[in-house]
């Protein structure tokens, strides 16, 4: 029994290590081929950010599913989302001391994700999540990357023009024009070897293979401890596909990269919800559980009403008190979801 | 006394660091330096393009601070400045020494001033360019 639960164990870190590193390499070779295919590296580069991060999320969730563990993938999602604001920024704010915020960013990325949130909510009122909700789940979601992409598009030209002119005044230094040279022939250079595709077809084989395995030892350890899907969702498969989110978070923090940080965890929130229970619920009826609905996504809701609470009181900064009371709201939620509810 | 000098800044604090480090020049004839380094390092399972992303916004970053170094030592009022800026790769105190020493500077212009919790949780790069400089520093209290 001990060998069993140290195997699943170890299952389980090795699928989290293959799904992250999968995603990684799976979105690496589409934003190469996208690229070489003339899509505009502006709708790259914010697909590839908001998508990155997530997909080990959206492949549980997925994954779980469609193998008979809806509560699973459900718990997942939600779980994440509650991890993402309560956990991450809360360890990132208290570790580097401060999340600056800048205001028009915050206000798209916060909205879009407390309305996601809502929206999620709504639907879970009714039952079952089945595919008219999944519907406006995925256009919802495909709004959301448009303004993503204007909001881009406008930042982009208004940095071209400031690089235009600081091009013409440092011209006069010859190592600059070496670089300038360089880029361009980087730019030039658009063919994708066969070895991009073949990295395309193993980070979906690895994501699929790994997802799979994940699922597999999160339901047997559960089984085996007599925890419930949901839980194993909302807590151990949560946390663990969310390490992308958490060394993005914390490390851009840590380096002063403070739009980086907020924007990742807001677009994954948002990605989780719109996509990871969207598609899944395009394919089958997504069941719904009671405490999903009566505590976890009013959790997940509130944590997100706390966030901007706890920046509106650091005058636009999320601060390292703001961070502990995070840290200390996640442990508050973890122990009465464990212990109490369950 | 001082003829090349080596002023490093991540962004934070320029405004005392460019004052102590004019306050030192005064009327002589003085090559300074800026640098930027911009901190590669990320934990292990950062996503490719996100650490390609952390590069490219620091870089700009470091470009802005440099180039409003530049205005300062720059200024007609500081006509005996020459002025350069250098932007870096890879860890930033290893890089700071490292300079200082291919560019035989005579001193080094830093801030300090992070509390202990912060040089518990972030570390202190002026701690570790003390513990290895090749000339003299000058620790510019921030806070």
Same mark, same amino acid.
């Given at each position: 029994?001990?060998?069993?639960?140290?195997?699943?164990? =170890?299952? #389980?870190? %090795?699928?989290?290590? /293959?799904?992250?590193?999968? *995603?990684?390499?799976?979105?690496? !070779?589409?934003? +190469?081929?996208? =690229?070489? #295919?003339? %899509?505009?590296?502006? /709708?790259?580069?914010?697909? *590839?950010?908001?998508?990155?991060? !997530?997909?080990? +999320?959206?492949?549980?969730?997925?994954?779980?599913?469609?193998?008979?563990?809806?509560?699973?993938?459900?718990?997942?999602?939600?779980?994440?989302?509650?991890?993402?604001?309560?956990?991450?920024?809360?360890?990132?704010?208290?570790?580097?001391?401060?999340?600056?915020?800048?205001?028009?960013?915050?206000?798209?990325?916060?909205?879009?994700?407390?309305?996601?949130?809502?929206?999620?909510?709504?639907?879970?009122?009714?039952?079952?999540?089945?595919?008219?909700?999944?519907?406006?789940?995925?256009?919802?979601?495909?709004?959301?990357?448009?303004?993503?992409?204007?909001?881009?598009?406008?930042?982009?030209?208004?940095?071209?023009?400031?690089?235009?002119?600081?091009?013409?005044?440092?011209?006069?230094?010859?190592?600059?024009?070496?670089?300038?040279?360089?880029?361009?022939?980087?730019?030039?250079?658009?063919?994708?070897?066969?070895?991009?595709?073949?990295?395309?077809?193993?980070?979906?084989?690895?994501?699929?293979?790994?997802?799979?395995?994940?699922?597999?030892?999160?339901?047997?350890?559960?089984?085996?401890?007599?925890?419930?899907?949901?839980?194993?969702?909302?807590?151990?498969?949560?946390?663990?596909?969310?390490?992308?989110?958490?060394?993005?978070?914390?490390?851009?923090?840590?380096?002063?990269?403070?739009?980086?940080?907020?924007?990742?965890?807001?677009?994954?929130?948002?990605?989780?919800?719109?996509?990871?229970?969207?598609?899944?619920?395009?394919?089958?009826?997504?069941?719904?559980?009671?405490?999903?609905?009566?505590?976890?996504?009013?959790?997940?809701?509130?944590?997100?009403?706390?966030?901007?609470?706890?920046?509106?009181?650091?005058?636009?900064?999320?601060?390292?008190?703001?961070?502990?009371?995070?840290?200390?709201?996640?442990?508050?939620?973890?122990?009465?979801?464990?212990?109490?509810?369950? | 006394?001082?003829?090349?000098?080596?002023?490093?800044?991540?962004?934070?604090?320029?405004?005392?660091?460019?004052?102590h480090t004019l306050d030192i020049i005064?009327?002589?004839?003085?090559?300074?330096?800026?640098?930027?380094?911009?901190?590669?390092?990320?934990?292990?399972?950062?996503?490719?393009?996100?650490?390609?992303?952390?590069?490219?916004?620091?870089?700009?970053?470091?470009?802005?601070?440099?180039?409003?170094?530049?205005?300062?030592?720059?200024?007609?009022?500081?006509?005996?400045?020459?002025?350069?800026?250098?932007?870096?790769?890879?860890?930033?105190?290893?890089?700071?020494?490292?300079?200082?020493?291919?560019?035989?500077?005579?001193?080094?212009?830093l801030g300090t001033g992070k509390n202990?919790?912060?040089?518990?949780?972030?570390?202190?790069?002026?701690?570790?360019?003390?513990?290895?400089?090749?000339?003299?520093?000058?620790?510019?209290?921030?806070?």
């Amino acid at each position: 029994m001990l060998l069993m639960i140290i195997a699943l164990i =170890g299952v #389980l870190i %090795i699928a989290l290590v /293959i799904v992250i590193k999968s *995603a990684d390499v799976f979105v690496d !070779s589409i934003v +190469e081929i996208g =690229g070489a #295919l003339g %899509i505009s590296q502006i /709708i790259l580069g914010v697909t *590839a950010s908001a998508i990155g991060t !997530s997909l080990p +999320e959206f492949g549980s969730a997925v994954v779980a599913s469609l193998t008979g563990s809806t509560d699973l993938g459900v718990g997942t999602v939600i779980g994440s989302n509650i991890w993402n604001i309560a956990g991450i920024l809360g360890i990132s704010a208290a570790v580097a001391g401060v999340i600056q915020t800048n205001k028009a960013g915050l206000t798209r990325d916060w909205l879009m994700t407390l309305i996601t949130g809502l929206i999620l909510l709504f639907f879970m009122l009714f039952g079952d999540i089945s595919w008219p909700a999944a519907a406006v789940m995925i256009i919802a979601y495909c709004f959301y990357l448009w303004i993503l992409i204007k909001a881009q598009k406008k930042h982009s030209n208004e940095t071209s023009h400031q690089d235009e002119s600081q091009e013409k005044q440092l011209k006069e230094n010859s190592n600059l024009e070496e670089d300038l040279e360089k880029k361009s022939e980087e730019r030039g250079s658009k063919n994708v070897s066969k070895k991009t595709y073949l990295y395309v077809l193993l980070g979906l084989a690895g994501l699929i293979v790994g997802c799979r395995l994940l699922v597999y030892s999160a339901d047997e350890l559960g089984g085996m401890f007599g925890i419930s899907d949901m839980v194993m969702g909302l807590f151990v498969l949560a946390v663990g596909t969310s390490i992308p989110e958490l060394v993005v978070t914390l490390s851009s923090a840590m380096k002063g990269l403070h739009d980086l940080s907020l924007g990742t965890v807001l677009g994954s929130n948002t990605f989780n919800i719109l996509i990871g229970i969207g598609i899944p619920a395009l394919l089958l009826n997504v069941p719904v559980d009671r405490i999903s609905l009566t505590f976890d996504a009013p959790v997940m809701i509130f944590v997100t009403l706390l966030l901007m609470a706890l920046i509106k009181m650091g005058k636009g900064k999320l601060n390292r008190w703001g961070g502990i009371v995070l840290m200390i709201t996640y442990m508050a939620y973890a122990i009465i979801r464990i212990f109490i509810l369950s | 006394m001082y003829e090349k000098i080596l002023v490093a800044t991540m962004g934070e604090y320029m405004d005392p660091i460019i004052e102590h480090t004019l306050d030192i020049i005064q009327e002589r004839e003085t090559e300074v330096i800026g640098i930027y380094v911009v901190e590669t390092s990320v934990p292990f399972l950062t996503p490719k393009k996100v650490k390609e992303m952390m590069v490219t916004e620091l870089t700009a970053k470091g470009e802005e601070i440099l180039d409003s170094m530049k205005q300062e030592f720059q200024s007609p009022k500081h006509y005996m400045i020459k002025f350069r800026g250098v932007m870096r790769e890879g860890s930033p105190a290893d890089e700071i020494v490292k300079v200082a020493e291919d560019e035989g500077v005579d001193l080094i212009v830093l801030g300090t001033g992070k509390n202990i919790v912060d040089k518990r949780l972030l570390g202190s790069v002026s701690e570790k360019v003390v513990h290895s400089a090749p000339c003299t520093i000058l620790l510019v209290r921030t806070s």
